[in-house]
Every structure is written in structure tokens, then in C-alpha cells.
């Protein structure tokens, strides 16, 4: 491993062959998927396996099989005899579809997931705000690529939690989080959204539905009004 932006921490240095080897293709995984959420793989640019052996001091088997888990969400696009490349960027359309899916759907599920919550999952739901908010590691583009994957976490446990699998389900096939956060890489998209995320938070915990589900549709405006410029 020779790339700075891949954290080995000590417990998987010395643990056993196996879970060094699973570690190994999380940290290959977590970095790739770190270039294309901070847009260092731009959209829609040729991913090159052999590049990325050489840039990870790595075989080919933990590439491939992290390319393979991106393929499945959305990140990554393999054609037939061509190879990888970066998923493209989503289209101005698919970006008001995708917010007027999450305004119709997400308000009434923080509404509904109100009345569900006992202490265990409101502190659920804190861990992962709590994870964003989080200020640590050296590295501005794993941090931001954490905030997008926890940030998906904490929708889809308050979609978890209204009990609504459909619903869940058609949002989470969405790759919802993964496609806006990489309109854009900026710290705005990131600090605004905590603040957002405390208002719901406190709804829940006063147990005020209609609260709940007016900061879920104010979270969900701002986060569509600050990537708007992305299409400018
Ligand atoms: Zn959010």
C-alpha cells in the first residue's frame, strides 16, 4: 500500500493473513470509492485496472472486486470488452426527479418514524450524525466520502424505522447520496447539512412529528438548492 489516502489501522496490521487480506479489499474499495466521490476519477472517465494495481501496489483481485461492489451501486459502468469507467454524471432532469422523489417521500417518513423511535434508535440515528460531524483523519477526501455514505446511513434509517419497506427500497436503489454528493466536491455540501440533520434530531427527540417532517423537507430543499450551481 503505498497511497496516502488509504488508512490501514493497527488492528488489521496485526491480525491474521485472512482478515488482512478482507481488510486489504475494504481499504482498496474505500479508496476508489473516495476518488470518484471527491471527483479525482472524474464522471464518466475510463477506469483503468492496471492503473490502479500500479497506483496501490496491489494484485488485480482487490481492483476488480472492489470495481465490482461500485458496478452495484451505481459508481462504476463495465461495457463488454471495453472495461470500466466512472458512472456519469446525473443528469440536470434526473437531479429534480431524484428531489421530487425525496420531497414526497422522506417528510412524511420522518413524520411516520417519529412515532416508532424508542431511545435505542434515536441513539442509532445520533451515531450517524455524530459520524459526520466528525473532524478526523488528515484526509479532506475520505472524510468527504464518509460524510456521503453515512449521510446515506442516516436516511435510510429513518426510512428503516417508518416502517415502509417499499418505500425504502425504491429509495435505496436510487443511490441517492452517492450520485448528489458527486455533483460537487465542497465543504458547503457537507457543514450545512449537520446543522440540518440536529433539527430532525431534536424533532425526534421531543417526539413532535410535524416538526420532524418540516426540517426533513427544509434538509432536503437546502440540500437541492446547494447543488443546484453544479449545473450552472
Ligand atoms: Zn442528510
Redo the contacts with the bound molecule.
Sequence with gaps: MQNPDLTVDNEARSSGRIQRANSLAGDVYEAIFAQLMSLRIPPGSRITVDNLVKEFNVSHTPIREALGRLEGEGLVVKTHLIGYRAAAQITRRRFDELYELRLLLEPAAAAKATAALDEERLATLREAAGVMARRVGKDERLRYANFARQ?AI??DKIMEFAQNELIRETLSHQHTHFHIFRLMYHSRVTEE?LD??EAILAAFAAGDAGAAERAMRV?IEN?RDRLLPAFE
Design positions: 449521510d442516516f436516511h447539512a440540518e440533520h434538509h440540500s
